[in-house]
């Protein structure tokens, strides 16, 4: 059975608008997500009960905003509220989640005319009825993952903030060092394969993690073991940490090379509990100052975060984080 965790991305910016986060080629018809040349839909996580604010510069162009909610990421085919804006003497517009199950606010520019374009500069979208001074969006977000019982935190000690990481991700690309190729039969047919990329980094006993495509097994996983989908586990296989049983059909042969171009393709996200903890020092001048006004605010709780109880840190509530400083720190689950 897939283990499944926790994985949220903690943003101290109160501009939302991720350039980088949009479905190619989209447009939004007939509360339906469809496909559309040379369109492409913005998505931008929302929670229910908040007020989201868009606020832009333009050109002066006519054109429009098509927007809606979705309850899940856009996909084409997918479910999505309908709405059309004029952009012509709007420099801001507040959107409101319907729905307990809206998650994401989905947004896709329009010009009126054909061969004309729109120019919008500065586009923000912040949490509230206001639009407030434009400050770019935060390409560095914090990354906070939960496995079991393992938990990445942010604390303050000695006067500086530190992320304590005990969950690591990797991108399975195909560029890792592969072997394998041995084919079995259990509810489907399927190839193995396996690495060592792990080795030394993952913390084995605790066969755990979770993947963005792939299922995670519980424990190990055997050769013999069947399976019905593309499957992967960390577990202590002579040495190599990983293993992965993939179904024959995705391949076009059954060898390690075919196998790490379906990878650099698919690119499996795989979280996995690390050997031994980091701790990270957070530089990053503006969350620098909201963690600090979090501080400032009595957002955290007082812990001893080494094994003598020598060492007192101020570990950040994110919850009371979420609830008290609005529009600036997004708690998200991705």
């Not at 018809?29 to 832009?56: A, C, D, L």
């Not at 994401?104 to 054909?114: A, D, F, G, W």
Request: charged share 20%; aromatic share 12%; glycine share 6%.
């Amino acid at each position: 059975m897939a283990h499944q965790g926790n994985n949220f991305e903690l943003n101290f910016t109160k501009n939302l608008f991720d350039s980088e986060k949009y479905l190619e080629n989209a447009s939004i018809s007939n509360n339906t997500i469809v496909s559309s040349n040379n369109n492409n839909i913005f998505y931008i996580p929302v929670q229910y009960g908040r007020n989201y604010t868009i606020s832009f510069v333009d050109n002066g162009v006519s054109g429009n905003i098509l927007y809606g909610f979705s309850n899940d990421k856009p996909v084409i085919g997918g479910a999505c509220t309908y709405n059309l804006l004029d952009i012509t003497q709007l420099n801001k517009h507040t959107f409101t989640p319907v729905s307990t199950n809206n998650k994401y606010l989905c947004i896709r520019l329009n010009v009126v005319n054909t061969n004309q374009y729109l120019a919008m500069e500065n586009i923000q979208v912040e949490v509230g009825n206001q639009a407030t001074e434009y400050i770019a969006y935060n390409e560095n977000p914090i990354e906070l993952c939960k496995i079991g019982t393992y938990q990445d935190y942010i604390y303050k000690k000695d006067g500086k903030w530190w992320k304590h990481k005990e969950i690591e991700k990797i991108v399975l690309d195909g560029t890792e060092t592969w072997s394998g190729a041995s084919t079995g039969t259990g509810s489907a047919d399927y190839t193995y394969f396996y690495s060592n990329v792990l080795d030394n980094k993952v913390k084995l006993g605790q066969y755990v993690g979770f993947c963005n495509n792939m299922k995670v097994l519980n424990g190990a996983m055997l050769v013999s073991t069947a399976v019905s989908t593309d499957t992967m586990s960390i577990a202590n296989y002579g040495g190599q940490a990983l293993r992965l049983l993939i179904l024959t059909s995705r391949l076009s042969e059954q060898t390690v090379n075919a196998f790490k171009t379906w990878l650099s393709t698919n690119k499996p996200e795989l979280y996995y509990v690390l050997a031994t903890p980091i701790e990270e020092e957070i530089t990053y001048a503006p969350l620098l100052r909201q963690l600090d006004e979090a501080y400032n605010s009595g957002l955290y709780d007082v812990t001893n975060i080494s094994q003598d109880n020598s060492s007192e840190a101020f570990v950040l509530d994110i919850e009371a984080c979420k609830n008290n400083i609005n529009g600036i720190v997004e708690y998200i689950r991705r």
